[in-house]
């Protein structure tokens, strides 16, 4: 089965860390992973029961250190984007969906739950593969972190081996990056690109591509690079007649 880690980013309560603990155990999860964290003292040791050893053995790591090391990066939110037109929380998946998402997967699975007062960020949501949300009620969405880590880990519990290994993140940030060079390539509107990437991110992230996938992803945008250039040096391809320039929607 996959590797699922536990992150929560910069918790405000050690009293949650210690229930977060508590729940993780619960359903057979141990790896916790905190990114600046409070102060923790006999509180959360109290607060985590008989899951101290999940407490006393979570890892204190940095945000760029949690993904550099993810084959899959889940963020998970109460706030949600109201259409696909806006990328930054689309698509998303419940816990459920989540489970199928990562259950054939050999790697490790990070998760993350932000800030009890605003959750994540934007900017820590764009890093992410896939968004998560748990349905609730219109009339109070917002759940308490360590009920919220509850319901994902009661999904996500007793999950069947893993059959493949992904890309890397290393070699999926290569695939972003040659993506956004192509981009230039096509002369795609600069003020787009942006979201473009993040689809593209987005789409690549719930697809798990393995890494025969991705090199071969690289190798169709190099094929499509060196026929492009090959036609403007003979002057059937001129850059001001590339795809996307001009482009309205």
């Not at 459920?96 to 605003?118: C, H, K, Q, T």
């Not at 473009?196 to 690289?218: D, N, P, Q, Y």
Request: include cysteine; hydrophobic fraction near 40%.
């Amino acid at each position: 089965m996959p590797q699922i880690d536990i992150v929560l980013v910069e918790p405000l309560y050690e009293g949650n860390i210690g229930f977060a603990s508590r729940v993780m155990k619960n359903f057979g999860f141990h790896n916790m992973v905190l990114i600046n964290p409070p102060k923790m003292t006999i509180e959360a040791e109290a607060r985590a029961s008989h899951a101290k050893d999940v407490l006393h053995n979570a890892e204190l790591l940095t945000l760029d250190e949690v993904f550099e090391r993810s084959d899959i990066s889940v963020a998970t939110t109460g706030g949600l984007s109201k259409s696909v037109s806006h990328p930054m929380r689309m698509p998303y998946y419940s816990p459920a969906e989540l489970r199928d998402i990562v259950a054939p997967v050999d790697g490790r699975v990070s998760i993350l739950f932000g800030r009890e007062n605003w959750g994540l960020n934007n900017e820590e949501i764009s890093r992410c593969d896939i968004v998560c949300t748990i349905p609730t009620a219109e009339e109070y969405p917002i759940m308490n972190i360590s009920h919220a880590i509850g319901v994902v880990c009661y999904e996500l519990a007793h999950l069947p081996r893993g059959e493949y290994a992904l890309a890397s993140h290393r070699e999926m940030e290569g695939l972003y990056h040659h993506i956004g060079e192509f981009l230039g390539e096509i002369e795609h509107p600069i003020e787009k690109r942006e979201a473009t990437l993040l689809l593209a991110k987005r789409i690549f992230g719930r697809t798990r591509l393995t890494v025969r996938e991705a090199s071969t992803m690289h190798g169709i945008l190099r094929r499509a690079e060196r026929i492009m250039r090959i036609a403007r040096d003979e002057g059937k391809y001129p850059a001001e007649n590339a795809p996307g320039a001009g482009d309205e929607e």
